[in-house]
T-cell receptor
Framework: DAGVIQSPRHEVTEMGQEVTLRCKPI?????LFWYRQTMMRGLELLIY????????DSGMPEDRFSAKMPNASFSTLKIQPSEPRDSAVYFC???????????FGPGTRLTVT | AQSVTQPDIHITVSEGASLELRCNYS??????LFWYVQSPGQGLQLLLK??????LVQGIKGFEAEFKRSQSSFNLRKPSVHWSDAAEYFC???????????FGSGTQLTVLP
């Protein structure tokens, strides 16, 4: 069984550029979560979806961040324009209906110079 | 609101020694509790979970955890640590109708040869 898939694994970009992170949840899972991990703030939930619908985006730091889930097998997190303080590891996780444990992808390490 | 405290930022043990990582939670009712492990450059892997029933739960890699309601604790244990257990460990809680995991700040485990 394939786990959660994220791409790219590493992204280096210059300040002001648009960045798109991608996630494919585990097949059959209907919840999808986006997290950000930094040394200073630890793991933060940015947004989560249920059946492709955003449920809680209160963790999205600014309007520069947006997330979409056009179908059950794909989600994107976009940062436009990117800033150096966005440098972090971004994780996607998924879980199934009726179960609370989440399964994490390998993460995307974003560096904004 | 639920919260998780991991009082130990860093723990060092010798290979073969026993291990206990502490986790305290705050939640009004019976929570769902989890332990995750993160190796360097990797995503978070679920070690074990507690929902109800037997308060001593077994997980993968020889880990176990005990739920103690009176102490609001969910400590992780392993009788004999292996060098490959060196990683960061996160305790997490979810409660009620919420789907979001609330993570502790993590405990970094170093294993000495």
């Amino acid at each position: 069984d394939a786990g959660v898939i994220q791409s790219p694994r590493h992204e280096v970009t210059e300040m002001g550029q648009e960045v798109t992170l991608r996630c494919k949840p585990i097949s059959g899972h209907d919840y999808l979560f986006w997290y950000r991990q930094t040394m200073m703030r630890g793991l933060e939930l940015l947004i989560y979806f249920n059946n492709n619908v955003p449920i809680d985006d209160s963790g999205m730091p600014e309007d520069r961040f947006s997330a979409k889930m056009p179908n059950a097998s794909f989600s994107t997190l976009k940062i436009q324009p990117s800033e150096p303080r966005d440098s972090a590891v971004y994780f996607c996780a998924s879980s199934s209906k009726g179960r609370y444990e989440q399964y994490f992808g390998p993460g995307t390490r974003l560096t904004v110079t | 609101a639920q919260s998780v405290t991991q009082p130990d930022i860093h723990i060092t043990v010798s290979e073969g020694a026993s291990l206990e990582l502490r986790c305290n939670y705050s939640y009004g009712a019976t929570p769902y509790l989890f332990w995750y492990v993160q190796s360097p450059g990797q995503g978070l892997q679920l070690l074990l979970k507690y929902f109800s029933g037997d308060t001593l739960v077994q997980g993968i890699k020889g880990f176990e955890a005990e739920f103690k309601r009176s102490q609001s604790s969910f400590n992780l244990r392993k009788p004999s640590v292996h060098w490959s257990d060196a990683a960061e460990y996160f305790c997490a809680v979810v409660g009620g109708s919420a789907r979001q995991l609330t993570f502790g700040s993590g405990t970094q485990l170093t294993v000495l040869p």
